[in-house]
């Protein structure tokens, strides 16, 4: 859907431990792809890894890139891409030491110390001089964009630039939870690798292995509220998450009905809280996602306006946290633009 880039900020933190994940939850027939296209000695220049936040989309991309500086585009390697933890190329990626490979993420403003809210030109200006770079050892140099979708304009411009002359033995992994609002330019040079939500038992296991003091009662909650994404889960398991999630979900469903006085008591807390807006945000976007999806799957066309409100309120929960906006605010107004569309069906 739109795009999240603040409001995933808690959820998107999992991905920063991807470079030390060497194993993988799901997506077989994706890695099975990929797994083809580089041990048979022909990957594409680029790949667009897209999917919801926290279903794998990093842990994937680490993988490929392990792979790769480890054995090239050869079948020298496992048939799954997997190197152990202990491999000196793991243990180069995870300390983020490793010559042939680059990861481009939003930085810190350094006027506020806050994590930027786009992903700018001088961060993807860095692929040139990468690449520029001899390539490090197989032969092969990884460049992984974290994510595409928090790229200006100006960024973008710069990866099209890239992708129009790409330098030999190179891999772009564009990371992307909302393709679609990629440049077109960009999604018709890249090959698209579009990750699907775990099943339900997947992600029951993962969280059985991370959280094992979890009550089969919340763990089945978790799975249930999660999407089938396991940063989802493990969001929902920290402190009032099931809580916000809840409220969420009452948001959406009372939309062409909503409850006024509920939804300013539930502005009141939000805005007493730590990250507060940022954490409500991702279950409210994630809420209406998932009605999108629901009403997709039912075979209903006119689905604009939904598509519409998931952007705008994007927009406006990454503003606010961006400016540092009364919370209670967005939150009010978020409401009403739900009511808008709700009250339209």
Request: hydrophobic share 40%; proline share 6%; aromatic share 4%.
């Amino acid at each position: 859907m739109a795009k999240r880039t603040r409001a995933t900020a808690r959820v998107e933190v999992e991905q920063d431990a991807s470079s030390a994940t060497v194993s993988l939850v799901g997506h077989q027939d994706a890695l099975g792809a990929v797994a083809r296209a580089i041990r048979s000695g022909r990957p594409p220049q680029a790949w667009i890894i897209s999917g919801p936040p926290g279903i794998g989309k990093a842990t994937l991309a680490y993988r490929i890139a392990r792979y790769l500086l480890r054995f090239g585009a050869t079948a020298d390697g496992p048939a799954d891409l997997s190197l152990p933890a202990n491999d000196p190329v793991s243990q180069q990626v995870k300390a983020g030491a490793h010559p042939g490979l680059i990861v481009l993420k939003r930085g810190l403003n350094p006027e506020t110390g806050k994590q930027m809210t786009v992903l700018a030109v001088n961060q993807t200006r860095r692929l040139d001089s990468f690449f520029g770079l001899t390539s490090g050892a197989g032969g092969w140099r990884v460049a992984i964009i974290d994510t595409a979708d928090d790229m200006n304009d100006n960024a973008a411009n710069a990866l099209l630039k890239t992708l129009e002359e790409p330098p030999a033995r190179a891999l772009l992994l564009v990371l992307s939870n909302s393709p679609a609002r990629l440049l077109p330019t960009i999604r018709s040079r890249c090959q698209r690798l579009a990750l699907r939500p775990l099943a339900d038992p997947d992600v029951s296991s993962e969280l059985i292995r991370r959280m094992p003091d979890l009550s089969n009662e919340e763990r089945q909650s978790l799975v249930r509220l999660a999407g089938g994404s396991i940063g989802a889960a493990l969001e929902l398991a920290s402190d009032d998450g099931i809580a916000l999630a809840g409220e969420a979900e009452r948001l959406v469903d009372r939309a062409s009905m909503p409850d006024f006085p509920a939804t300013v008591a539930l502005a009141e807390k939000i805005a007493r809280m730590d990250d507060g807006l940022s954490r409500f945000g991702v279950f409210l976007l994630e809420a209406l996602s998932d009605r999108v999806r629901t009403r997709a799957r039912r075979g209903e066309t006119n689905l604009r306006r939904w598509v519409e409100l998931c952007e705008k309120l994007s927009a406006s929960l990454n503003r606010s946290d961006a400016l540092n906006l009364d919370p209670r605010q967005t939150i009010v107004s978020a409401a009403r633009a739900i009511e808008a569309v709700g009250s339209r069906q």
